[in-house]
């Protein structure tokens, strides 16, 4: 069976810090791995890796794949108040449709 | 262009009683998938459907649960005699085709059966 493992589940930081948010994955004919944002409504899409050692940038906003070792990492440096909300990675293989779901980091920015 | 659309937003009901749960993807979209997401865990697929097929529904319960998705009209999925474990958060998702992989989330239906 698929599976996505985030870490840490949550992890409480002061703006301005730069966090790393860690995932793991083991996909049966692995395709892609995504990323999304969850605040209280629809989970917003952020970045998708199919490349390894390619390192995706959008903002502060950065993650990249290692397909060798079966991870990914999302980075956000100078963090904001509005940064704070659960952070979902999911993989994806390369037959079928469905995403597999870790069950999020869950990151709070104070002030 | 408006996003994925789910409605109703908040949906409650008593035990035994029937849920459905809407979903209209994006324009220019024609799969859509349909997500749980029960307290404390993280989304767990249910069914991918394209217009008039369901694809895969390999994460569905064999049992009260259904979807289909019209030629015309939204994306349903119907909870038949719902039970308190089907309280839970269902969110909608829809791509415009398999290839991209990206899939575009609605902001779910929550579900509360007392």
């Known amino acids: 069976e698929d599976k996505v493992v985030q870490s840490p589940l949550s992890l409480v930081v002061h703006e301005g810090d730069t966090v790393t948010l860690n995932c793991s994955y083991e996909v049966t004919n692995f395709r892609s791995l995504l990323w999304y944002k969850q605040e209280k409504k629809a989970p917003t899409f952020l970045f998708m890796l199919t490349s390894s050692g390619i390192e995706k940038k959008s903002g502060r906003l950065s993650s990249i794949l290692d397909k060798k070792e079966l991870f990914s990492i999302l980075n956000i440096t100078a963090t904001q108040t509005g940064d704070s909300a659960v952070y979902l990675c999911?993989?994806?293989?390369?037959?079928?449709?469905?995403?597999?779901f870790g069950e999020g980091t869950q990151l709070t920015v104070n002030p | 262009n408006a996003g994925v659309m789910q409605n109703p937003r908040h949906l409650v009901r008593r035990r035994g009683q029937e849920a459905r749960l809407r979903c209209s993807p994006m324009?220019?979209?024609?799969?859509v998938y349909w997500y749980r997401q029960l307290p404390e865990e993280g989304l767990k697929f249910m069914v991918y459907?394209?217009?008039?097929?369901?694809?895969?529904e390999s994460g569905m319960p064999k049992e009260r649960f259904s979807a289909e998705f019209p030629k015309e009209g939204p994306s349903i999925l119907r909870i038949q005699q719902v039970v308190r474990g089907d309280s839970a958060a269902y969110f909608c998702?829809?791509?415009?085709?398999?290839?991209?992989?990206?899939?575009?989330f609605g902001a779910g239906t929550r579900l509360s059966v007392l």
């Open positions: 459907l394209q217009k008039e097929n369901i694809i895969d």
């Open positions: 324009k220019g979209h024609s799969h």
């Open positions: 999911a993989g994806k293989e390369t037959s079928g449709s469905r995403l597999t």
């Open positions: 998702a829809s791509s415009p085709d398999i290839a991209k992989n990206i899939q575009y």
